[in-house]
Nanobody, 115 residues
Framework: QVQVVESGGGLVQLGGSLRLSCTAS???????MGWYRQAPGKQRELVAV???????NYADSVKGRFTISRDNGKNQIYLQMNSLKPEDTAVYYC??????????WGQGTQVTVSS
């Protein structure tokens, strides 16, 4: 059974930085991987995604501030978040998608940005 675990969340001040990590156990081949977030009272939204060849896509609200990366050959991804704003406060989730469309989600990690 695949388990996905995020880490690295926490409380940070306006303008600060955090680095989120996400690791999926088990051996499977990911074709897409990414980070999503959900703020209170809002729908879950895409933050940053990366495909098998390394193509990335970011939400407009985080472009230039956030960077998604991965460990090649491993189901491990990261999200470097700089210049954080209060509106970045949310629970951040990572997701791995394997061939055939099966998705594996983590349980989420809280990021809180204080002003």
């Amino acid at each position: 059974q695949v388990q996905v675990v995020e880490s690295g969340g926490g409380l940070v001040q306006l303008g600060g930085s955090l680095r989120l990590s996400c690791t999926a156990s088990g051996s499977f081949f990911s074709i897409n991987m990414g980070w999503y977030r959900q703020a209170p009272g809002k729908q879950r939204e895409l933050v940053a995604v990366m495909n098998i060849v390394g193509f990335t896509n970011y939400a407009d609200s985080v472009k230039g501030r956030f960077t998604i990366s991965r460990d090649n050959g491993k189901n491990q991804i990261y999200l470097q978040m700089n210049s954080l704003k209060p509106e970045d406060t949310a629970v951040y989730y990572c997701k791995f998608q394997r061939a055939g469309g099966l998705d594996y989600w983590g349980q989420g990690t809280q990021v809180t940005v204080s002003s």
